[in-house]
């Protein structure tokens, strides 16, 4: 299920100032077809040093931070994995995230988890969104080489019979969603794309981790605080539809 790659595809340098001169939030985040890479045979494989990845400090992106570092751990890969956040619109995530970082690093022992990076959007330009920091932020490290594959804990959707629906339709069961993409500068990876929160559920009961980590993590979007889940706002819902508690 979890895969980390050795080597991303390094294309020619002037392959790579032509994709940086052409930079747009669109077609870095459309990526690359493995056919359409192929069109670029004259190029180098890059050995992955780091895998980076943006933590909200919910339910999802922790399990996979989790899971990517045992791996790391388990088979002895020379990488490290450097966490993210942006704090604008949810201002807990930086917080949840930094806790989970620590669950991870003192449960499984390790020393290769980079310092914590956290990015805060322009104050005084009230349309910088906080997904154009995401996008943003991925070409620059893309670009910069601070990292060499990005990972997303995104799962799809609930069945649309089980919950009101979300208004991210890219995650529905029946949408399109690679599991792996190239950017030309990098790999994308969403290895929980392919199944529901209700999956994860079961992967932190087989991890042992549904009375340790679980409970540090926080998925709600309302507005009932840092410390506590809503109950009522649409992921408060999922996270309880899967896990049948909030905490």
Same mark, same amino acid.
């Given at each position: 299920?979890?895969?980390?790659?050795?080597?991303?595809? %390094? @294309? /020619?340098?002037?392959?790579?100032?032509?994709?940086?001169? /052409?930079?747009?939030?669109?077609? @870095?985040?459309?990526?690359?077809?493995?056919?359409?890479?192929?069109?670029?045979?004259?190029?180098?494989?890059?050995?992955?040093?780091?895998?980076?990845?943006?933590?909200?400090?919910?339910?999802?992106?922790?399990?996979?931070?989790?899971?990517?570092?045992?791996?790391?751990? $388990?088979?002895?890969?020379?990488?490290?994995?450097?966490?993210?956040?942006? =704090?604008?619109?949810?201002?807990? +995530?930086?917080?949840?995230? *930094?806790?989970?970082?620590?669950?991870?690093?003192?449960?499984?022992?390790?020393?290769?988890?980079? &310092?914590?990076?956290?990015?805060?959007?322009?104050?005084?330009?009230?349309?910088?969104?906080?997904?154009?920091?995401?996008?943003? /932020?991925?070409?620059?490290?893309?670009?910069?080489?601070?990292?060499?594959? #990005?990972?997303?804990?995104?799962? !799809? +959707?609930?069945?649309?019979?089980?919950?009101? #629906?979300?208004?991210?339709?890219? =995650? $529905?069961?029946? *949408? &399109?969603?690679?599991?792996?993409?190239?950017?030309?500068?990098?790999?994308?990876? +969403?290895?929980?794309?392919?199944?529901?929160? /209700?999956? #994860?559920?079961?992967?932190? &009961?087989?991890?042992? %981790?549904?009375?340790? #980590?679980?409970?540090?993590?926080?998925?709600?979007?309302?507005? *009932?605080?840092?410390?506590?889940?809503?109950?009522?706002?649409?992921? !408060? @819902?999922?996270?309880?539809?899967?896990f049948g508690r909030l905490v």
């Amino acid at each position: 299920m979890i895969t980390i790659p050795k080597t991303v595809p %390094l @294309l /020619k340098q002037e392959i790579r100032d032509y994709i940086y001169s /052409k930079y747009n939030r669109a077609n @870095l985040i459309e990526g690359m077809t493995t056919e359409q890479l192929d069109r670029f045979p004259d190029r180098e494989e890059d050995p992955v040093k780091t895998i980076g990845m943006w933590m909200s400090g919910g339910a999802d992106s922790s399990l996979l931070a989790y899971l990517l570092c045992k791996k790391i751990r $388990d088979e002895n890969l020379d990488i490290k994995f450097q966490g993210m956040s942006v =704090r604008r619109g949810r201002p807990s +995530n930086p917080m949840y995230a *930094a806790g989970v970082l620590d669950f991870i690093e003192e449960t499984l022992e390790v020393d290769f988890i980079n &310092e914590h990076i956290v990015y805060y959007p322009p104050k005084d330009d009230e349309h910088y969104m906080e997904i154009e920091v995401f996008m943003d /932020k991925d070409y620059e490290n893309f670009r910069d080489r601070t990292f060499q594959v #990005l990972y997303s804990g995104i799962t !799809c +959707n609930p069945p649309k019979d089980a919950l009101p #629906l979300n208004e991210e339709r890219t =995650r $529905d069961e029946d *949408a &399109e969603r690679p599991t792996c993409t190239y950017n030309g500068l990098g790999y994308y990876m +969403n290895p929980f794309f392919v199944f529901n929160k /209700k999956r #994860l559920a079961e992967i932190y &009961e087989e991890e042992g %981790l549904t009375d340790t #980590l679980f409970p540090i993590t926080r998925s709600c979007e309302g507005s *009932a605080g840092y410390t506590v889940h809503c109950g009522k706002c649409w992921w !408060c @819902l999922e996270r309880y539809w899967a896990f049948g508690r909030l905490v």
